[in-house]
Structure formats: C-alpha cells, structure tokens
C-alpha cells in the first residue's frame, strides 16, 4: 500500500521560510521521480520541483529557481522541500506525489505523470 504524507505547511510572513516534508511508505522511493505540486485556489496544479534522487536530478519552475529546494532522504524515505524567500504568490496547497522514474528526465512534468499523491499541505505567505 503506497502512502505519502504531508507535513510542515503553515503560515509565513512575506520573505521567511518553510520547509515541507514527504514521508513515502509502502515503496522504496529511490526508485521513483519525486514531485512537489501546488495549487493555488482558481488556478491549476503545477509542478514546483522534482527529483531523481539516485542520479542527482533535480528540476525546479522558473518562479521557484534559487529560493526552494528539493532534497531526499533515502534513510528515512521522505523528500523535502526548502522554501526560503516566501513570496504571497506562493500561497497554496502544495502536494507530494510519486511517479515512475522516466518522468524526472523528460522536459515538460505534468500532474498526469504522476501515479501516487498525498493529502496536500496548506501554505499561506502573508
């Protein structure tokens, strides 16, 4: 039974930080493309980062380019993401999801790909 779960959302003020963490259950994520969306109330889901961990991969969006961070601990199987820099922009629910390896090499990542996602976390930057 695959499980991701969510944690650390919350509310920033405009120019702080949060960090967000996926803990993966029921699989070895290693072995997948791990993703971060968000959605933003009216809009559509998108891609804010992904990793391949096992090959260094990592892919941002061009808003989140030199404030966040992806990063995988194989240990403990949870992916994190660093948000530093906090714009209002950024207010969203922001979601883990899983999805095969191949999809972390190719050039457009879209919610399709995606096999495997978690309950979401709510992020407000004020």
Known sequence: HVQLVESGGGLEQAGGSLRLSCVASGYASDRYCMGWFRQ????E??????TYAALNRTHYVDSVKGRFTISKD????????QMNSLKPEDTAVYYCAAAPTAVCFVHS???GD??????GTQVTVS
Do not use: S
């Open 40 to 43: 933003a109330p009216g809009r």
């Open 45 to 50: 889901r998108e891609i804010v980062a992904a």
């Open 74 to 81: 194989n240990v403990n199987n949870t992916v994190y993401l």
């Open 109 to 111: 990542i879209l919610p």
């Open 114 to 119: 995606f096999d495997y996602w978690g309950q």
